[in-house]
């Protein structure tokens, strides 16, 4: 398989690179099938971040020396990453967070609270992950006369579109807010078809991307959206810092999410003057070893290229799809037909945590419970919840082997 510049994917190879895959656990070898939580970093990402903090390290934007000018140019770098690794217009439309979560209350604080009108509706879905629920949950508690939509999920998994369009058609929908890929289902939305559909009943849309910007290639300019949000640590970065993008239009007329250093131009005892975008809304010291990280693990992705990530990966859920399906006993939950590598399944008399701890014992790391989209499974019967494999593109098809093997084994043990 060929990946980007004419670099082979070799997973093996690239597993190499990823220093606490060569561990064991529990005297098994280390089989992670759990980056859909987060994923692992490989030594570049690792690197990157000590050199930052041993060599250019300091508060960027303030100081007129040279280690903060060093520091400002890494993290505005990390900034011009970004925009290039999701085809953004302008790095200006990227705007630093915390994490997918931060950047989706941001746009339901500023975009929901300073712009939405009373009498207008968010529409989101059955398949949302908690951090693209709550926020619209508490915006349409906060007395505001935003009315919440919710789409349906057929028994297949996917995204009933016919509901959607039926919850679009009076034009009251403000704002979509759709996830682009599962968390538990691993089902990938038709993102082009939403934006063409929001936009069409006069709606502005978010797609949370926290796993599809992973697993696929993201385009802005050809996807039309008007905002994105994703995280860096399930991308083979660091934990604490995600990225909303959003259209400077909109930027424009949002009011900022928190107040405090970096996101002003101008103060006095009586008034204040923002900051332009994107700096409006990355108030106070922002995560600069972590969007020194964020940049290093682009740029390995990069090198590998998303159409030989994906490729790999469409791999892995056919055999995985194969595999799981012939086990007596196991039932996943949804079968979409364009899905990315993450499943979520139940086993004939185990519960959810019983089975990851069995199978944490043969060295497999799995995720267990309701995944942070407790309605999901309560819409499939199975509020006991589920157990997930998510994978990586470090992940082989022997793992997955591997953990079939492992669940037969369960099954008999729970039997």
């Given at each position: ?41 490989p030594r570049a990402v690792i690197d990157a971040m000590v050199r930052c903090m041993e060599e250019r390290y300091a508060n960027v934007h303030r100081g007129a020396y040279f280690l903060s000018e060093a520091a400002t140019e890494a993290y505005e770098a990390a900034r011009g990453a ?334």
């Amino acid at each position: 398989m060929v990946g980007g510049g004419g670099v082979s994917f070799d997973v093996q190879r690239i597993r190499q690179d990823f220093p606490i895959l060569s561990q064991t656990v529990r005297g098994k070898p280390l089989v992670f099938l759990d980056s859909g939580a987060s994923a692992q970093k490989p030594r570049a990402v690792i690197d990157a971040m000590v050199r930052c903090m041993e060599e250019r390290y300091a508060n960027v934007h303030r100081g007129a020396y040279f280690l903060s000018e060093a520091a400002t140019e890494a993290y505005e770098a990390a900034r011009g990453a970004v925009a290039r690794f999701i085809n953004a217009a302008d790095p200006r439309e990227v705007i630093f967070t915390s994490n997918s979560t931060m950047a989706i209350n941001l746009v339901a604080h500023s975009w929901g609270r300073g712009v939405m009108k009373a009498g207008q509706a968010v529409l989101i879905s059955e398949m949302e992950h908690h951090a693209n629920m709550v926020p619209w949950q508490m915006l349409r508690d906060a007395g505001r006369g935003i009315e919440l939509r919710v789409a349906r999920v057929t028994d297949a998994g996917e995204l009933d579109m016919d509901d959607v369009a039926a919850k679009l058609a009076d034009g009251k929908v403000g704002l979509v807010a759709i996830t682009h890929m599962s968390n538990v289902l691993g089902t990938v939305t038709p993102a082009e078809r939403l934006v063409a559909m929001a936009h069409a009943a006069g709606a502005k849309i978010l797609l949370d991307g926290s796993q599809a910007a992973v697993h696929r290639r993201v385009d802005m300019q050809a996807l039309g959206a008007d905002f994105y949000a994703f995280t860096g640590h399930k991308l083979y970065g660091p934990t604490g810092i995600g990225v909303l993008w959003a259209r400077l239009e909109h930027q424009e007329r949002m009011p900022p999410f928190l107040g405090g250093g970096d996101m002003i131009s101008m103060v006095t005892l009586d008034r204040v003057e923002w900051a332009p975008p994107p700096a409006k809304f990355e108030a106070g010291t922002p995560p600069i070893v972590e969007a020194v990280g964020l940049h290093a693990a682009i740029d390995y992705v990069a090198a590998i290229g998303m159409p030989a990530v994906e490729a790999h990966e469409r791999g892995l859920v056919d055999h995985a799809m194969r595999r799981l399906s012939d086990i007596e006993g196991v039932a996943l939950l949804g079968r979409a037909q364009d899905r990315g590598g993450v499943f979520a399944f139940s086993l004939d008399n185990a519960h959810s945590h019983d089975l990851a701890t069995l199978l944490d014992r043969a060295g497999i790391a799995v995720r267990a419970g309701r995944h942070c989209a407790e309605p999901l499974h309560a819409r499939f019967g199975v509020e006991a919840g589920t157990v997930r494999a998510s994978f990586g593109l470090y992940t082989t098809e022997g793992e997955i082997d591997y953990l079939a093997e492992a669940l037969t084994k369960a099954r008999e043990f729970f039997a």
